[in-house]
């Protein structure tokens, strides 16, 4: 009874007015257009109520060097502008504009408009409407640098989520220029350095009735967490806070940004970013969701050909619908083959064999990502729900460079009598990619946000190599390219604990 009653709150928020305005989610990305000039086309793409009687797109677009631009989609000067319908809910629009710059420099572009939709439950207690929506994206134009496109964000800003079950998303993101992107979330802003009124993370204990139990397993408390390398953004899981002026849902907003890393002059540099403010629309009890086991992290040799089967379920009887995205298979010569190639909707399980045999004009650093998406059709009974994931592959294995008269211990053992810590509880915490050649990355195991003070390397001989001294539960990684290949040490330490673990540069 629950479900039939979500299911029917679903439709009466696709066909009722909203009781105020229109944005809901919102991007901005750029190309550069000209060989001989700093001129860029800027695409602001904007996700509106349908049923909002106000019209989108005549905000402000600000594009770093003291230019600004008002734009209107009806107008002569906005190119190639587009209306499109999506579902009956939710209007698109597509508003592309043209700027030069003059000289080079690093350029923080922006667009606002006054309002964001109303009873967005984790801004200012669902009194949104009178929170401006601000939107940046940063662009370096350098020489030394070259040309740069932002990246492309390919997935639907707007999804389903259900209570007590856990929610995936990632933005597809992909980057014409081969540039490395990591994630990282940020707040959504009402204006120029001004987060949005009162803004609450989703998993804030405001929206859980037992938060303590709030995981999909009942087992814990929740988490909403956005992986650096894979963009995967899980939220384990929504509450049952469900406060809506026209049906049991509740609208979360959250922001986060795609930032570009090129090695420059043997260093790497931030090369611009873009920004995704999205919503996830949570709606009442679901009996489940489809899901899949993710395959290990592989290396793949040049010559090998990798074959993986991929297996995809349902938790009742729905037919399902897997679907893929990634660098693979848009390789030109040797792109990764799917088989079947054209996803539809049929019964559960779903099989997806996929193969890929690299060739030497794949060799990278960085890996190459694999995004895996299974939807369920829904039923009268049952919403549709949505499962992301990501696969991790490495073309060539990683080269593990350890000092002669060292062995190397496993990366969950604590090394003691090198360093001069207390007993540690490494277990909690997980260091990725190890080996690694530029970033490493960590992991509460326990979902639980940790404060460091303090970030310390050692090399294998005990002495102190890198520090760094922070304030922030969102700094999730550190810069080890200027290390030499070897064996070290790191040392995490919060007010109340310290954390350690082993890790090889190569």
């Given at each position: 009874m629950k479900a039939i009653v979500a299911t029917i709150a679903f439709l009466i928020m696709l066909t009722t007015p909203s009781e105020a305005t229109?944005?809901?989610?919102?991007?901005?990305?750029?190309?550069?257009?000209?060989?001989?000039?700093?001129?860029?086309?800027?695409?602001?793409?904007?996700?509106?109520?349908?049923?909002?009687?106000?019209?989108?797109?005549?905000?402000?677009?600000?594009?770093?060097?003291?230019?600004?631009?008002?734009?209107d989609i009806n107008a002569d000067s906005i190119e190639d502008s587009e209306f499109v319908g999506?579902?009956?809910q939710v209007l698109i629009y597509k508003i592309k504009i043209t700027h030069t710059y003059i000289v080079p420099g690093t350029y923080t572009i922006s667009y606002r408009e006054p309002n964001r939709n109303n009873e967005i439950v984790?801004?200012?207690?669902?009194?949104?409407?009178?929170?401006?929506?601000?939107?940046?994206?940063?662009?370096?134009?350098?020489?030394?640098?070259?040309?740069?496109?932002?990246?492309?964000?390919?997935?639907?800003?707007?999804?389903?989520?259900?209570?007590?079950?856990?929610?995936?998303?990632?933005?597809?993101?992909?980057?014409?220029?081969?540039?490395?992107?990591?994630?990282?979330?940020?707040?959504?802003?009402?204006?120029?350095?001004?987060?949005?009124?009162?803004?609450?993370?989703?998993?804030?204990?405001?929206?859980?009735?037992?938060?303590?139990?709030?995981?999909?397993?009942?087992?814990?408390?929740?988490?909403?967490?956005?992986?650096?390398?894979?963009?995967?953004?899980?939220?384990?899981?929504?509450?049952?806070?469900?406060?809506?002026?026209?049906?049991?849902?509740?609208?979360y907003t959250v922001a986060y940004i795609v930032e570009e890393w090129r090695k420059v002059n043997s260093e790497w540099m931030r090369i611009g970013y873009v920004t995704r403010d999205m919503q996830i629309i949570v709606s009442g009890e679901k009996g489940g969701r489809p899901d899949f086991e993710l395959p290990d992290h592989a290396q793949i040799a040049l010559g090998i050909t990798i074959d993986q089967d991929i297996d995809f379920s349902n938790f009742q009887d729905e037919d399902i619908k897997v679907s893929f995205f990634g660098e693979p298979f848009q390789l030109q010569n040797d792109a990764m083959t799917a088989t079947p190639d054209f996803p539809a909707f049929e019964s559960a399980p779903v099989a997806l064999n996929l193969q890929w045999s690299p060739g030497a004009q794949d060799l990278r650093d960085r890996p190459y990502l694999v995004h895996l998406k299974v939807e369920s059709t829904g039923s009268d009974t049952e919403p549709p729900a949505v499962t992301y994931g990501t696969w991790v592959?490495?073309?060539e294995p990683l080269k593990t460079v350890v000092p002669p008269g060292i062995s190397m211990p496993p990366t969950s053992t604590v090394v003691t009598g090198v360093i001069d810590l207390?007993?540690?509880?490494?277990?909690?915490?997980?260091?990725?990619?190890?080996?690694?050649?530029?970033?490493?990355?960590?992991?509460?195991?326990?979902?639980q946000r940790e404060?460091?003070?303090?970030?310390?390397?050692?090399?294998?001989?005990?002495?102190?190599?890198?520090?760094?001294?922070?304030?922030?539960?969102?700094?999730?990684?550190?810069?080890?390219?200027?290390?030499?290949?070897?064996?070290?040490?790191?040392?995490?330490?919060?007010?109340?604990?310290?954390?350690?673990?082993?890790?090889?540069?190569?």
């Open positions: 229109h944005l809901k989610a919102a991007d901005i990305t750029f190309k550069r257009i000209s060989q001989d000039f700093f001129t860029y086309e800027f695409t602001v793409t904007l996700y509106t109520d349908v049923q909002s009687p106000v019209r989108a797109g005549d905000g402000i677009i600000n594009f770093g060097d003291g230019v600004e631009a008002q734009l999506f579902n009956g984790n801004i200012d207690g669902g009194n949104s409407v009178l929170t401006g929506f601000y939107l940046q994206a940063f662009l370096v134009l350098d020489p030394s640098v070259g040309f740069n496109d932002s990246p492309l964000l390919n997935s639907f800003p707007i999804d389903r989520a259900f209570v007590g079950v856990k929610f995936t998303h990632n933005a597809w993101a992909t980057d014409a220029d081969g540039d490395s992107l990591s994630y990282r979330l940020v707040f959504p802003l009402q204006d120029r350095e001004l987060p949005a009124r009162h803004y609450l993370l989703p998993d804030h204990d405001d929206f859980y009735s037992d938060f303590n139990t709030g995981n999909e397993a009942n087992g814990g408390p929740p988490s909403f967490l956005l992986d650096p390398v894979t963009g995967d953004l899980v939220w384990d899981a929504p509450g049952d806070y469900l406060s809506n002026s026209v049906g049991p849902f509740s609208e592959l490495s073309v207390p007993e540690a509880s490494f277990e909690s915490f997980t260091f990725y990619p190890n080996p690694t050649g530029q970033w490493l990355f960590w992991k509460n195991n326990n979902d404060v460091f003070e303090e970030i310390t390397i050692f090399n294998s001989l005990g002495k102190q190599t890198k520090r760094t001294k922070t304030a922030s539960n969102t700094i999730t990684g550190i810069v080890v390219a200027e290390l030499p290949p070897g064996l070290y040490f790191i040392s995490l330490k919060s007010k109340t604990a310290r954390y350690r673990g082993t890790f090889i540069k190569n």
